[in-house]
C-alpha cells in the first residue's frame, strides 16, 4: 500500500503572503489528515520563505498519521527534528538559495557526513530517507549509508511524461528492483501529480509513500481539497 503524504508548503507561502496567519496551517493539517492524508509533509527552509520552523512545533502534537519533515541537515535543522522526533526525517542536499528541490544526494561523495547524520536520527527513533536521483549507481550508494528508505526525485519522471515520453519511468523502475533487492524502503516525490500518479505508481514495486504539495494545492483550488485528496487515494489503490 502506497501512503499519501500532503505537503503543506504551499499553505504556508499563502499565509505568509500576507503576513497574518490566514490560511492557518496547523488547521490545514488537521483537516487533510480528516480528508483522508495517511501522512504530513513539511520542508522548512533555511530562509522560512513558507514553513516555518515554528510550524513544525506547533504541527508535532496535531500529526496523528505520519509526520514527515524534509531539509538539508544543517545544524539548526538538525537540532530541530531531534527536538520534533517526527515519523520520518528526509534529507535533502538542498542550496540555501534553491528555488525548489533540483536534485538528490551524492551518496558516495557525501557517504560519511550521511551516515553520521543518518546514524543519529535512527538512534533517536527517526525513521530516515534521502533524496535520490533514480541512478543505480545512487541507490547502491544510499545503502551503504545505513538508510531506512530512499526519496525517488521524481521531477524527471514528470516533466517526461507531460510531454509523452512514459520511457521515462524506466529509470525509476530500475531503481525500485535495486531498491527492493537492497531492501530499503521507496518513498518518491516531487511535480506528481493526478496526471500521472498513476501511472507512476504502477510501475513502481514496492512503493510506500509519495509526498505531494505543489500541484495537489493547485489542483485543489479548482476541484478542492477534499475532493482532491480522495482523487488521490483512489488513485494509489
Ligand atoms: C524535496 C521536494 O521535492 C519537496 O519536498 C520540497 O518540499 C519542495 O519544496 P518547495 O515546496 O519549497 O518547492
Ligand atoms: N518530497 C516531495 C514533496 O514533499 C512535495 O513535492 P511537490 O509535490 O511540492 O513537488
Redesign the pocket.
Known sequence: MTKL?V?I?KIATLRNSRGGDIPNVVQFAKDVQRFGAEGV?I?PRPDERHIRYQDAYDLKSEVYTEYNI?GNPIPKFVDMVLKIKPTQV?LVPDSVDAI??NAGWDTIKHKDFLIEVIKEFKANGIRTSI?VDPDLRQIEGAKATGTDRI?LYTEAFAHQYSLGNEDAIKPYMECAGLANTLQLGINA????SLDNIAFFKENITGLLEV??????IAESLYLGVENVIGMYLNKLK
Do not use: Q
Not at 189 to 192: A, M, P, T, V
Not at 211 to 216: D, M, N, Q, R, Y
Open positions: 503524504s505537503n508548503n509533509t520542508h524534509e528526509t525548489t528541490s533524496f526519496e516525490g516531487h511535480d506528481l509526498s505531494i504539495g505543489h500541484a495537489l
